[in-house]
């Protein structure tokens, strides 16, 4: 069950992987609102990278999304 974040704020949940590290690796992520409402996705293919820079670059892109969208 999903927990939706408080009024006016978005939840990001967001998920970086390599196969194999390194490895071919990507990105996604899913961000809603407080009332559940879908917002948008991220992908994004890195090339070969390690799963750890999969993870951070994750997090950082999801982040720059949030910032120029809200």
Do not use: R
């Amino acid at each position: 069950m999903q927990m939706n974040p408080w009024f006016e704020e978005i939840k990001i949940n967001y998920d970086g992987s390599a196969l194999g590290s390194p490895g071919k690796a990507g990105l996604g992520a899913v961000v809603w609102d407080h009332s559940g409402e879908f917002l948008g996705v991220i992908t994004n293919g890195l090339g070969i990278t390690t799963a750890f820079e999969a993870e951070c670059k994750a997090v950082i892109e999801s982040l720059i999304w949030a910032v120029n969208k809200y």
